[in-house]
Every structure is written in C-alpha cells, then in structure tokens.
C-alpha cells in the first residue's frame, strides 16, 4: 500500500528531530487479525476458526519463500530462478532510475524477452530471511547492569550491536535485532542479501496506478500494481529452487481461506492509552494541519505552469498520501467504540498488574511523557518554516530596500522591466504565503494555546489573527488590486510602487525576525521533547515486562517492518447501505474509463485498448480479503493453503487505516491483484510467453 512505512511527515520532517516513538505496551485479548511472527505462529486460531492444519513444513516453505525489498516493500520467490513478484509502486523507483529522456519505463513499461534484456537497478537490494534466534537473555544480560534509565538505553543499543556482530559471525548472514513487545523479547534476524537485482517486468504507469490519487485507498479498484524482477548471484540467476511459491492462474474463490506473508511497517496496537490520546489531540492533528498547509502550498506552485506542475507533482501525491492515511488513523482515534475498547483493554492490564509498583510508575512517567510531548511537538512542526515562507520574507525584504534606493543606488535586477517583474512575482504570491503565516501562527495558537509560554515572544500577547495582520505587509485594498492598478510602463509603475517600498522592507524584516523566534523556540523545545520521548521508551520494556506476565505470546507484537504472518477470507463487505463486491473484473475497468472518457488518471494505456477485443473481460481483475495489513505488506503474496500464489497485495481500503490501532473484521480489507487477472494480462495485453512460461502457465 502506498503508505509505505514512512508517511511522508514522519520521515521528512520529524526523523531529523525526534528519537524513535516506542510501540509496545498493552492489550487484553487478541484482534480477530494480527500480524504474528513467524516463531509464534496462530496455529490453534486457523485450526479452531477454519480447520486447518499449519505445519512446521508449510511455515518453513512460506517464510522462505518471502522477501523485502529496499524501496519499502515486500516481495515472494515466484521461481526456481529467482524470479521475485512484487508491486509496481515498490519497484517503481527502480524503473524510474532505469528510465531516459529516450526510455521512460514508467510511462511506457518494460518487459524483458530473455535474460539478455533484464535491466540492472541501481542500489537496489533484497533481503531474505534464512535465520531466526531469541536473543532477548543476550540483551538482558548487557543492559542488566544498567543503574539508570539513560544508561539502560546506551547499554540497549550496545547490546543490539554486540549481539548482531555475535549471530552475524555465527551465520554469515546480515544481522538485525529486532524488539518485539516493547523489549518484551528480542530476536535476531538473519538475512541472504542479493544487490544484483534486474527488472523483468513492468506496466506502463497508467494501468498499474489506474484512478490516480482519487482512488488510492478506495475499493472497488483497478490496477494492475505488479512487477516482476530477478536476482541474481555471480552474474547468473540465483537458484531459489528449494524456495519458490508456485503460480496458481485460477486464483482464489469467493470466501476461500488465504494468508498473506509480508513486511508490514508499524502498527500500535499495544501503544498505552496516554500515548494513544497524545497521537489523538496533538501528533496527529498537527501533522494533518501541516500537511493541508503543505498541500496548498504545493497546488498554488503547480497551477503557476505545466513545468512548475511537474516538478511538484511526486512531492504533492506524497503529501496527499500521507494526508489520506493520517486522516483515516485519526479517525479511528476519535472513534469512541475503539478508544473504549482500548480502555477496556488497559484496565484489564493493570489490574493483573496491582501490586508491580515498577509497572504502576512507568504508566505514570509515560503519561507525565506525553504532557511534555504535547507542550513540545506543535513547535517543532509549524517552526520548522517552508523555503516558500523563507523565500517570500526574502523577497519582501529586497523589494522593498530596493525601491526605497535612486534607480542608480539599485542592486542589479530591481530597475525598469525587471524591477516590474519582480513585483509581479512577489505581489502574486503574496495572497499564498500570507495565508500560510497567518495558518502557521493559528496553529500554534490552537494546540498550544495564546498564553503558552513558548509563544510569548511570537504572539506578543495577540491572538494569532492581529499578530498577522502586524506582520504581513499592508497593501491597502490588497496585493490583487494593487497589480490590477499598475501601468504596463516601468517607469509610470515605478512611481506607484515606491512609496510602499518602506512598509515591504518593514513585514520583510518582521517576517524574518519571527522566523528566528520560531527557530529559538523550536531549539529550545527539541531536547525537552527528545528527553520526554526517551524517558517513555525506558518506561516501555517495564510494561512489556508486566503484560509478558498477564498475558503471554498470545497476542502478536506490533508490527516492526519484519516478515509475519497473516490470514482472512476473499469476502466482501457492507458499507451503510450498500454490499461492497469481494472482487472486480476487466468489465468494471474499462467501463470506469468510459464513464470519465478516458480523461486522466482513467486513461488506459494504448496496450490495453489495443487488446480490449481480445480480452476476456469476465477475468477478475483485483479483490479484497481479511487479511491484516498495514503499509510495508506492499508486495506480498497472497497464498491458498497449498502455499501457492492467488493474489498480489497492493493496498488497504479506506476503513483499513485504523488499523494501526485495532482490526475490524467487518470492514477492514486488503486489496489485492488478482492472480488470473495478472495471468491474462501477460497473456493477452503483453504477449509475455517467456514470463508465463517461467511462472507455469502455459
């Protein structure tokens, strides 16, 4: 799914200030999902709920034939030749460093007729886990001789680097520690690396993405969001004979019992509840609100020209992605039926608890935590200033210095025509970034309060409108009317604009000023708000510890961007009043392309209106199941009980995005491609005997 584990704010913006959020705590009874490890799979669900029998020889065939792609995602061995299927999305910046200004993969796809033609990705890299060890008495007997929190942390992260080196000599293997329950165990995971990766297969963009943005996260859907690489191993295809996930073209059938072996990113479903209501009232509002900032910004920039447009168009689908996933995790915050739940399920947990004192203080220090983190986090977003807003305080600044000087005193480019121009330029953007400042200071006002102590020196005891109106410069009936007024003559204009030149330099220079206070601000709070994210990742090991005592391995750990195991049924769903299909078909494609006449992002490529005729439009193209998944499952094989390839996991509906903190069986759902859908494409659409014939299907 194209959340992929790193929402865009999260990595952007806050991986340069904040130490890792911990993930663990509590819960008091397992979800009707869950994404369960490999070491603890759910062997008594499957054989109670569905009557099947999950041998050790079926586990060891489907952790085996997973992998994890470096871009983000997940993939399966679909070959004894090292043939790996995954999304189109996860390859896609592979395919975008092979593309030319001759050759745009992306637009046009590729597809390799013989080994000869499998293109080589730059930095690509997959991994495959081969081994799998507790290592949770290692760490323990490290970070044991820790006297302090601070030291316990240092000593964890000696531990996890000591006892990776440990298992890495041992197996020769690339070595990761990985905490699962909050610290409650620690496994080391070892991985085969390949970074010889070649690219067999890929559609053209607008099939594998088809609906664009205003589809993403919506089912009924139609993509073909598959790609097919190859790894290789001393300049030839790696054998992966003993590995491979055979093809099933049939694919699954209505209610059928799959499972889905992937990566799936972070979840927090054992988060406690001060930290759930932190994300609920502060972290996640604040990164909406920014993100909507971000998102205006970027369309002004977009509409300006066709240039302009391109080269903000990957950086505003990031934005509105992140948007849309951070919406749908906050709507499941405010929902009160989840949130009661998860009461429920920490009051269970603390009273097994009564009595632990060490587990009773760490709520309390956790909770103390998240109020220094709520006073904090506001300013660390909204002060951290765009270039646009840097740029345009900038621009007033030398405007107005400039007009203010004889035309001989002028720097070069503020006289005649190009002076004219750049008033034009900045007077147009004046209306954006104005409204920007004034949203920046009505955030900071809102979740911190006008009175709050960090925002002394930039409110000035105003509310955040007049403190705006102090700061932005006064044009009189405004910026538009200004333009509209001013002569096409340089100089004629010149005569106009000059007296405004000291009230540019003034909100220049205020601006600035602000953005200064802003960063002041934002340095001063940065170690108060790190410290408080520490000390709640101490605290956490502590209640992992406690829950470990209450409740076992019976439910499965937060999601860590690690490969587990997940299952559910191909089954539809009701949404209100209407009955949501299991599955879409060829029909259903070309008849949503018709009905917005192929305008973009409905267009078809050429390909497929080419073999529109030859197609048999019945095929089932993608469809829903179950499954619990969450942004990292990207590329996944979903599997029948032979442990043979039906599905291609490529996203989440919209009612999955609370997911991150609870499953609902009645409508979350993971979207998947269908495997006979990919089947008749290659067959029909892209004549790809050679790939077909490697994956069975003759």
Known sequence: MRTVITAFLSVAILATLLVAQPTSSVTAVPPDGGMWTFDNPPTAILKQKYGFELTPEWLEKVRL??????TGGSGSFVSKDGLVMTNHHVALELVGKLSTTDRDLVKDGYLAKTRAEELRCPEAEIRHLKYQADVTAEVAAIVGKAKSNEEKMALLAEAQSTVAKDHAGKTGLVVDIVSLYG???????????????????????????????????????????AAFLRVYENGEPANT??????????????????????????????????????????????QISFLKAEETSLLAISKRSEA?????????????????????????????????????????????????AAAEQAFQDIEAAEKVQSETFPILVFGRTSPELRGYSKALRDLGDNLQKPAADRAKGFSGQELLDKVRSTLEA?????????????NLERFL???????????????????????????????????????TDAEAAEKILAPLGAELSRSG?????????????????????????????????????ARFDAYGKSVPPDATFTLRLTFGRAVGYELGTTLVPWKTTFFGLFARSAEFDGEEPFNLPPSWTAAKSKLDLSTPFNFVSTCDIIGGNSGSPVLNQKAEVVGLIFDGNIQSLPGRYSFDE???????VHSSGITEALRTVYSAKELLAELGVQ
């Open 65 to 70: 034939g997973a992998v994890r792609v470096s």
């Open 183 to 225: 610290g409650g165990q620690y496994m080391a995971y070892g991985y085969k690396t390949w970074n010889d990766v070649r690219l067999v297969f890929a559609p053209e963009m607008r099939i594998a993405y088809f609906g664009g943005d205003y589809d993403n996260f919506v089912y009924p859907r139609y993509c073909l969001d």
């Open 241 to 286: 004979a003993d590995h491979f996930f055979r093809w099933n073209p049939a694919g699954p059938s209505k209610d059928e019992l799959v499972f889905v072996a992937g990566h799936p990113g972070d979840t927090g479903r054992l988060l406690p509840m001060s930290t759930l209501r932190f994300e609920r009232d502060i972290e996640q509002p604040v």
């Open 308 to 356: 302009d447009r391109l080269k903000v168009l990957d950086r505003l689908f990031g934005v509105r992605n992140s948007l849309k996933a951070m919406t749908g995790q906050q709507e499941g915050l405010m929902n009160a039926a989840l949130m009661a739940k998860k009461e429920a399920e920490e009051a269970d947990l603390r009273a097994r608890i009564q009595g632990n």
């Open 430 to 442: 004046n209306d954006a970034r104005g409204a920007e400042w004034s949203n920046l200071l009505a």
């Open 449 to 487: 309060g006008r009175d709050a102590a960090s925002l002394a020196k930039i409110l000035g005891g105003k509310s955040a409108a007049d403190r705006a109106k102090d700061l932005l410069p006064n044009l009189g009936d405004g910026a538009s009317a200004l333009l509209a007024s001013l002569p």
């Open 509 to 545: 220079q205020a601006l600035r000023e602000l953005e200064r206070d802003l960063q002041a601000a934002g340095r001063e709070a940065a170690p108060r708000f790190q410290a408080a994210r520490a000390k709640a990742a101490a605290q956490m090991p502590i209640l992992a510890a």
């Open 666 to 672: 009645s409508v979350n759902r993971a979207l998947s």
